[in-house]
């Protein structure tokens, strides 16, 4: 009542309070929507897959155009070995701050597969829809619809997401308190890397060669989604990461099935029968020990995890899937243990281009999730001696006609360094300052989420550094990160400038 | 001893005993090789896989303008329904025989993807080799050589061996015997089918729209490939063939392996458990009934067989794996029983396009190879029911997003109509002529072979025309057939065109 009465009160006098510097960046956002959408879009638009070192340079050399433009000193840190995307990095001091926050994305893709994109997509040409494509959205001009953009337009393109929005937003926050005159309390550095869809095979290096440059209180890192239900969240830990890639052999050349059908052995048969001794029907994996390392959640941890919302039914409906795995365990109990996903798995055709064979290899990509107590190495052990178990002679190299012809079994197994899951502690004090900033920015309960379900080599900063990591996404959770169709909803883009600009004026 | 005075004296008086007709054959051959071979590689050269039309329909012109330029009369026989590619019928009367033969072959051929084709090598661009690729064979020009060619060389382009061999073979033969002035005995017709390699769906429905015309005492068919051991080979019987596609599903989009690894249903191990449930380690077939209705072998068929000689381990070392399906029995007993390969297995990507996703969909072709006694539809019949009994719901269309939502296990069955097995008597008086005019081509003993592992649409000819079939191939057996890099051996061409004469002879 008495609010009420005072707003009449600022009404009736034609005084409005000032704004606040959320307000000033929520309406710097707002007038410079076009000019933040045709950057944005340079940006994705640049290819930057592994594969492709010539654009991948050119995406960093753009990310430091960003930053010059908008007056932060930057340069570029590399590995020691050649070669190697270098970090994009900069820097801005604050009189009298006395401590300093390093912003983290990286600007590095995933692999794409044009072809396996809509017809209408194609993954370095950006293009706006109305709403996502797969549920009723339509292709549309910015230029058409004139500002301000509906929040709930996306746009389309590989990174879209993951993470060229986790650069954009740290970049944009900056600028919007600039152009807003606010002063940032911290010391602020940035972080961009080149190799986090790889696994981070060189960051350890980086992060040590460049040790002192990176001195600092808290790394935020800016990347994954917001919570499903589109409340901001705020994340203490992530799991970790390794990838493994199988093959099993038939015979030295494509045998017509027919002439040999019966009496040639089937790779495909015989990778179908592996992978299935993996894992049962609910996902449980199979592999001896695979969940004996894990380190139990605390009751800090546990209790915060109840507190998530669980949007599970509905995730589920919008999935389009039957039943989820697991043996009744909410989507954040399960993303709490390792697991093991069959990222893709292929011998000879399917479709039209199916052939009457049998297929001399068949190969498919595993990717395993690391919670903290597993290790890397120790997880790709327990699958590898799993598949000796099952007869398996394992080589790490394309095998020699002598080992093909002497092994009924044989699986060429390789697998990528990978890393570790990490977990700050959920009370850290600068952590929930951090959670506090980012609430300043919305209504509604921010998330506080112990870990996710995704990877980021938080592990290496520990490692290396000592350093404490939180993680702050931006990106909307039905993105298509690492698939086709990647796309970032507008109001999420605009909503992480605003959450990185309130942490960078962390007092 | 004797035999060698007579040479010597034969040497002495220099007189050269006639040539009989298959001398002349060969001497014809040998003459016109360059010529043969520029015919043969334009033959090869046109596109012939069913999804390209137009090309398809230019093979067919071409093998007309081929019976023409060799004085056959000739004809298109279409089916009822439009657009099926026509059979190329041909006809040459011999005054005063009693009986008539019409060879058989077929002028499409296996989908390719020119991608897994070798670098050098595309699948309409015929070129030669001075032997295997795979084995150190090189690429040559004819040219170059200059006749008369290597009989060890290969011709590599799709279709090469499978089967416009058969079509060269037959119209060449037939050639030879025109320009040696060799009087065919028997009445000749010409049948060179469009749709074999997509399991002959309107071969019925020609058959029985043609029937007159088609009117003969024997079907020589040509396709397939020689004994391995290279000698040539007669075969009274084919496996039937029929092809099923599953498909089983995942979440509607691909998902995040870290933000949902553990929790959505991954659709690759879904297809892996499905296709480790229908085979053990054995190649044994564990779809219940899968063995049930197989007509046992007679006794002259049993003998037959064991006079087929063993090649089982060098072929084997040659193919290059270790352990052959089946529990000790041999190549010909183990196509004597049904089978069921997996012909291609696909869940989103491996290789540099692999991502760390939980994939939409995942699918696999299936073949499966019938002997007497099995039925083609029963057979799919049973693998449908085995797919139910493993708490598949299963459809026959794409699913609806509904069906997606209600059933955690859901696939998607489609088969192609198929046909069944064929096996003539191996008494019959017709058979047995040809077998003894194939044998009067070479030293070797012939190879009688009840039954072939491969397939063809024997079963149609004595269900519509109540016809006799008996399979007299030409290709060498490591032809790569419905692979990539298929190819022919120009020995094996130039042999079949004297084995196609020799039958032509036939009293």
């Given at each position: 009542m008495k609010k009420l009465l005072l707003l009449a009160l600022v009404a009736l006098l034609g005084a409005v309070p000032a704004p606040g510097p959320v307000q000033k960046v929520r309406q710097f956002r707002q007038a410079q929507e076009p000019q933040l959408l045709a950057?944005?879009?340079?940006?994705?638009?640049?290819?930057?897959?592994?594969?492709?070192?010539?654009?991948?340079?050119?995406?960093?050399?753009?990310?430091?155009?960003?930053?010059?433009?908008?007056?932060?000193?930057?340069?570029?840190?590399?590995?020691?070995?050649?070669?190697?995307p270098p970090v994009v990095f900069g820097e801005v001091r604050t009189p009298g701050a006395t401590r300093t926050v390093i912003f983290y994305a990286h600007?590095?893709?995933?692999?794409?597969?044009?072809a396996?994109?809509?017809?209408?997509?194609?993954?370095?040409?950006?293009?706006?829809?109305?709403?996502?494509?797969?549920?009723?959205?339509?292709?549309?001009?910015?230029?058409?619809?004139?500002?301000?953009?509906?929040?709930?337009w996306r746009l389309y393109a590989r990174s879209a997401s993951d993470d060229k929005a986790g650069v954009m937003a740290i970049l944009s926050g900056y600028q919007a308190l600039v152009a807003c005159k606010l002063k940032p309390r911290v010391n602020i550095k940035f972080f961009f890397e080149g190799e986090e869809e790889r696994g981070s095979p060189h960051l350890a290096e980086i992060l040590a060669r460049h040790k002192a440059r990176l001195a600092s209180d808290l790394w935020v890192i800016c990347d994954?989604?917001?919570?499903?239900?589109?409340?901001?969240?705020?994340?203490?830990?992530?799991?970790?990461?390794?990838?493994?890639?199988?093959?099993?052999?038939?015979?030295?050349?494509p045998l017509h099935s027919g002439h040999y059908g019966n009496w040639a052995p089937n790779p495909a048969l015989a990778l179908a029968r592996l992978l299935a001794s993996m894992e049962d029907s609910t996902g449980r994996v199979r592999v001896p020990g695979f969940y004996d390392d894990v380190t139990p959640?605390?009751?800090?941890?546990?209790?915060?995890?109840?507190?998530?919302?669980?949007?599970?039914?509905?995730?589920r409906q919008e999935l389009g899937?039957?039943?989820?795995?697991?043996?009744?365990?909410s989507l954040v109990e399960l993303l709490n243990q390792p697991s093991l996903n069959i990222n893709g798995m292929q011998s000879a055709n399917v479709g039209a281009q199916a052939a009457n064979v049998i297929p001399t290899t068949a190969a498919?990509?595993?990717?395993?999730?690391?919670?903290?107590?597993?290790?890397?190495?120790?997880?790709?052990?327990?699958?590898?001696?799993?598949?000796?178990?099952?007869?398996?002679?394992?080589?790490?190299?394309?095998?020699?006609?002598?080992e093909r012809a002497r092994y009924p079994l044989l699986a060429r197994v390789q697998s990528e360094p990978g890393y570790n899951a990490q977990?700050?502690?959920?009370?850290?004090?600068?952590?929930?300052?951090?959670?506090?900033?980012?609430?300043?920015?919305?209504?509604?309960?921010?998330?506080?989420?112990?870990?996710?379900?995704?990877?980021?080599?938080?592990?290496?900063?520990?490692?290396?550094?000592?350093?404490?990591?939180?993680?702050?996404?931006?990106?909307?959770?039905?993105?298509?990160?690492?698939?086709?169709?990647?796309?970032?909803?507008?109001?999420?883009?605009?909503?992480?400038?605003?959450?990185?600009?309130?942490?960078?004026?962390?007092?």
């Open positions: 950057e944005f879009e340079q940006l994705v638009a640049i290819p930057n897959v592994a594969a492709d070192t010539d654009n991948l340079r050119r995406t960093a050399l753009f990310v430091q155009d960003m930053m010059r433009r908008r007056g932060i000193g930057t340069q570029l840190l590399a590995a020691a070995t050649p070669g190697v600007y590095d893709g995933q692999p794409v597969n044009p396996q994109w809509r017809a209408e997509l194609s993954p370095f040409r950006p293009v706006l829809a109305t709403g996502p494509l797969d549920r009723g959205g339509q292709l549309a001009t910015a230029s058409a619809a004139g500002p301000p953009l509906n929040p709930d994954g989604p917001v919570h499903q239900s589109g409340r901001k969240q705020v994340v203490f830990g992530a799991r970790g990461d390794v990838n493994m890639s199988l093959t099993v052999y038939g015979p030295r050349r959640l605390s009751p800090a941890e546990k209790t915060a995890l109840a507190q998530v919302p669980n949007l599970d039914e509905t995730i899937f039957a039943r989820p795995y697991g043996r009744g365990q498919a990509v595993l990717d395993l999730r690391l919670v903290p107590g597993n290790d890397a190495r120790r997880q790709v052990q327990k699958v590898i001696r799993h598949i000796e178990q099952q007869g398996y002679h394992v080589v790490t190299a394309e095998p020699t006609d002598a977990r700050t502690r959920l009370d850290l004090p600068m952590a929930r300052q951090v959670v506090a900033a980012v609430q300043t920015t919305v209504a509604d309960p921010v998330v506080v989420l112990p870990t996710m379900g995704g990877s980021l080599p938080l592990y290496v900063f520990e490692q290396e550094l000592q350093a404490h990591t939180i993680t702050v996404p931006v990106a909307n959770y039905d993105n298509n990160q690492h698939a086709e169709n990647e796309n970032i909803r507008l109001g999420n883009l605009w909503a992480g400038i605003e959450t990185m600009a309130a942490i960078m004026l962390l007092k």
